[in-house]
């Protein structure tokens, strides 16, 4: 029998009043891994509730008193590494090696939180800086938080992406409400009683599971949520923006990452850098390279350099670390399939790949790609690489800016001031030169542009986004 996982509703481990739950299927193994509550409206309604008590003492801790917990979280996922990886490992396909990354990146983006929490300090300004300004007027400025923020995380980074967006909200001085994605909800509830462990005020924090159809619209729409931090797909991010009326929100979403290869480009470095960075976790990353625009000057050379990387990628089981493992589900692999069927009927050139078993996709390249084929548009979240020949530098620019998405952009070429025009003209929240798209490190900005998101992260951004200034007056007489 499979282990049933309790809720953490306002800062207790329980079973939900609906009696329900949802089966959590391993997308390798194929077996079940564990049943998740399924939450009811009612319960959502006390979680906020106790989380908006639970709030103004919490707040009214030191920076110091508050890290001290998030040290301590920190220190309890390092000592359950090993169990923690293997149950992202199992439950979203995550290769070993990449699943214990995870779990020590998130405790290092955590203490980092802290840090920066503690060196971030208010300000002061005299009245006399502005002209007729009086000098006996001081402006006190200080950062105060929003109240209740509802953290949303996707599956593929289930512990990662989870903490960075709860960590900041708690350094803040908010309470928090957390909505894992529903694969990847057992690596978010283990991820959380690690947090819990330190003795977290009650009601501080609660962990929401359920069907999307049942809370996922009441929890947005609720009123006395004051902040939302969202990661996923477009789609959602779009339904969740037009519900959240007058609600602060942080919008991670797709991308259609583009590597502009130039032809005085090296060639070894840029091919290496594009496959790390299109088939890492078989392409399901928001930030992995999903179509090369390359000088047909070099399009040979690049195209037979990754056609010998991509077929030299390991494929298989986590467990054995492979390179491409199997999709998060039959469904993605569907998708994935449909965009190579729909390249190769319309005349894109198979290089290598185009295997199928079940939902493990073999890495895929296609060249010759064109702008009527739904590959050189459509994010596949899946290992296929599309590779669209280009004339110039104007016409990849133009490519690229085409595109819906404005996550990030690669720019290969050993000109830096070519560099630096291309960066300028292309459409997206980073530029990466001569380097492979990725988030981080955390202490960067992280950001996307038209449909790739709204608001910015990065540890020092996102503890702006999850406080408001606060400016008190004195006036001196």
Not at 273 to 285: K, V
Not at 336 to 342: A, E, F, G
Not at 397 to 423: E, H, P, Y
Request: charged letters at 20%; one cysteine or more; aromatic letters at 6%.
């Amino acid at each position: 029998m499979s282990q049933i996982y309790q809720a953490y509703l306002a800062g207790h481990w329980q079973t939900s009043a609906s009696n329900q739950t949802i089966t959590i299927e391993s997308p390798w193994q194929h077996q079940p891994l564990g049943e998740i509550q399924a939450v009811t409206q009612a319960e959502v309604d006390v979680c906020i509730k106790q989380a908006k008590q639970a709030q103004p003492a919490w707040a009214a801790l030191s920076n110091s008193e508050r890290g001290a917990y998030l040290n301590q979280w920190a220190d309890n996922l390092l000592a359950n590494k090993a169990e923690l990886a293997e149950t992202v490992m199992n439950e979203v396909g995550k290769n070993a090696a990449d699943a214990e990354k995870e779990i020590v990146r998130t405790a290092d983006l955590i203490r980092y939180t802290v840090q920066e929490a503690l060196h971030m300090h208010g300000e002061s300004v005299r009245g006399d800086g502005f002209p007729g300004g009086s000098k006996n007027k001081l402006g006190v400025i200080e950062r105060v938080p929003l109240g209740v923020v509802l953290a949303i995380s996707p599956f593929n980074y289930p512990v990662n992406l989870a903490a960075a967006k709860i960590a900041p909200a708690l350094m803040a001085g908010n309470a928090a409400i957390f909505k894992p994605a529903t694969q990847g909800a057992i690596s978010g509830i283990k991820m959380i009683q690690a947090l819990a462990a330190t003795g977290l005020p009650a009601g501080l924090l609660s962990l929401l599971t359920g069907h999307g159809s049942q809370i996922g619209d009441y929890l947005t729409e609720h009123p006395d949520i004051n902040m939302i931090s969202f990661t996923g797909s477009t789609q959602t991010g779009k339904h969740l923006s037009a519900k959240s009326i007058m609600v602060p929100l942080v919008l991670e979403l797709g991308g259609k990452d583009p590597a502009i290869v130039c032809s005085d480009a090296d060639l070894d470095v840029t091919t290496a850098d594009i496959i790390g960075g299109a088939f890492s976790y078989s392409g399901q990353r928001c930030t992995a390279v999903k179509r090369v625009l390359v000088s047909e000057r070099v399009a040979d050379d690049l195209v037979a350099g990754l056609k010998k990387q991509v077929e030299a990628l390991t494929v298989g089981s986590p467990a054995d670390n492979s390179k491409i493992v199997p999709l998060i589900s039959e469904k993605a692999a569907d998708f994935v399939q449909d965009l190579i069927d729909d390249a190769l009927a319309k005349g894109a050139t198979l290089v290598t790949g185009n295997k199928r078993e079940g939902n493990l996709i073999y890495p895929t390249l296609l060249d010759h790609v064109t702008p009527d084929m739904k590959v050189a548009w459509i994010e596949p979240f899946g290992p296929v690489l599309p590779v669209i020949r280009v004339e110039s530098v104007a016409e990849a620019i133009k490519l690229a800016n085409q595109s819906k998405f404005g996550l990030q952009a690669s720019v290969f070429t050993q000109d830096l001031d070519k560099a630096l025009r291309i960066a300028g003209g292309v459409e997206a929240g980073t530029i990466q030169v001569n380097g492979r798209p990725e988030r981080g490190p955390d202490n960067f900005p992280f950001l996307g542009v038209k449909a790739s998101g709204m608001g910015t992260q990065g540890v020092h951004n996102s503890i702006l986004s999850m406080s408001r200034e606060k400016l008190t007056v004195i006036n001196l007489k």
